[in-house]
């Protein structure tokens, strides 16, 4: 093959590792580049060369984080170069000249003057922000209205320490689709109102750790399609009529009422114990009223909520397709063919934990699994933490002779299984008589 000069310098050049790719690219492109790091270090590249020297004022992202600029720095020299992170914030913001900005993020950990927090976040929505994520230790209780007025926000996170939230005047956030907050306190449900009526656009909403203190608390959002609570406290209702997920995590003191149920297509219910009543009343309405559901997560706890729903018939989930467990007890096994028969869409169903919570002998528990046959078209049977007990065994014949057009049965073995062990359970696994002439049984 022949090259001409021009090329074989050029591979001459690669050859010796002198070519410099990075020196050929566009100012707008490395720009690109230096989004994706954190601003102390994208500034940190400006003592390479002259033309590195501005090219952090291109970025598309900012973000600060006190930590990171510290280091491994000693409280006292924390507190000495608290002056010195301030500067560097000012200075960025007073170079930077791209705008609109993608991202600007504030991580303090430290106490600073709160007029310094309303200068920089004013400086984010003068650029026209579109996700704004501030993780900050102290600020003032009410949040800065240009905050509560950027027509470009689409994604706003709050991270605090406890704070009282008041939400003062007109609240305006055409495009926001995101809402993360995270311990935060209300104080008063017409600030919670004023909130939620300017987010008009608002599609995926998280509480975590929050605290709704006052009664009436209405959180009303036309538009919401996930929603998250994680360890709040407090009443809240929540009004979202085209609702699809809704992931709760909860404490025995929370009540969150979901008006429309009959939306939501994907549901985890994660409640932290199984003795309070007023838990059992919440996950019972929302289990209940749920009947349009394609995807149900219950872990253990839930699952034993199962147990004290009550003697009512069971309700028909005609378009449930996946069912995720966590450990059952006896009795939730007896209630979960209930579930297999009024699914009947229902294909796959994966044991999280374990097929059954054993804390008795074997022979105990042999007594009381008397389960009535049932019809399913359940496709998929997965089962996590498999050990081979007996009495795992036994409920896995259950299936297999009630599954009739089961495919697949796939087992995860627990790490501690000896070898010996499972080849004994092997050989028993593949003389359980199945329903199913095409299931094929696989452990792993």
């Known amino acids: 093959m022949h090259h001409s000069k021009k090329c074989r310098k050029i591979l001459e050049m690669r050859d010796k590792g002198n070519l410099d790719r990075i020196s050929s690219l566009s100012d ?17 590249t400006s003592i390479l060369s002259s033309r590195w020297r501005h090219l952090f004022t291109l970025t598309r992202n900012l973000s600060f984080n006190d930590r990171e600029y510290f280091g491994t720095a000693s409280l006292a020299q924390c507190e000495e170069r608290k002056l010195s992170f301030e500067r560097f914030v000012y200075g960025v913001l007073a170079l930077h000249r ?7 993020s504030l991580i303090r950990t430290l106490k600073y003057d709160c007029s310094h927090f309303l200068v920089w976040i004013t400086a ?32 706003l996170k709050i991270y605090t320490y406890g704070y009282d939230l008041s939400v003062p005047g007109v609240v305006c956030l055409p495009n926001l689709r995101t809402l993360d907050l995270r311990y935060i306190r209300f104080l008063d449900g017409d600030s919670v109102k004023r909130f939620f009526v300017g987010c008009t656009q608002l599609k995926e909403l998280e509480f975590h750790f929050c605290q709704f203190t006052t009664d009436h608390v209405r959180v009303s959002a036309t538009k919401l399609r996930k ?15 085209t609702l699809a997920n809704l992931l709760y995590v909860c404490k025995d003191f929370t009540s969150v009422d979901v008006t429309n149920l009959g939306s939501l297509l994907s549901v985890e219910l994660w409640p932290l114990r199984s003795s309070m009543p007023p838990q059992v009343q919440v996950l019972r309405d929302i289990i209940r009223g749920a009947v349009n559901v394609r995807e149900l997560i219950l872990n ?14 069971t309700p028909i989930y005609s378009k449930l397709e996946r069912l995720l467990l966590g450990d059952c007890c006896r009795d939730t096994w007896k209630y979960l063919t209930a579930w297999l028969a009024n699914s009947p869409q229902l294909e796959t169903v994966v044991f999280r934990e374990g097929l059954i919570e054993i804390d008795d002998t074997e022979d105990e528990l042999h007594s009381d699994v008397a389960l009535p046959p049932f019809l399913s078209n359940v496709k998929t049977i997965q089962v996590l933490g498999f050990e081979g007990h007996k009495l795992e065994l ?22 501690t299984m000896e070898m010996k062990h499972e080849l004994q359970v092997s050989r028993k696994l593949l003389l359980l008589p199945r329903a199913s002439t095409y299931c094929t049984i696989e452990l792993k």
């Open 98 to 104: 791209t705008s609109p900005i993608h991202k600007f």
């Open 28 to 44: 707008e492109l490395l720009a690109y580049v230096l989004s994706y790091l954190p601003t102390l270090s994208a500034v940190q």
């Open 227 to 241: 929603l998250n609570i994680f360890y709040c406290s407090g009443d809240v209702v929540v009004d979202a009529p």
């Open 394 to 415: 036994l409920l896995l014949r259950y299936l297999l002779e009630n599954a009739g057009v089961l495919q697949k049965l796939i087992l995860f073995k627990r790490r």
């Open 300 to 313: 253990h706890n839930a699952a034993q909520l199962l147990t004290v729903i009550g003697d009512n018939p």
């Open 124 to 155: 984010a929505v003068l650029k026209e922000v579109e996700h704004l994520h501030l993780h900050i230790g102290n600020h003032p209780n009410a949040l800065p209205s240009c905050i509560l007025n950027c027509q470009t926000l689409t994604v």
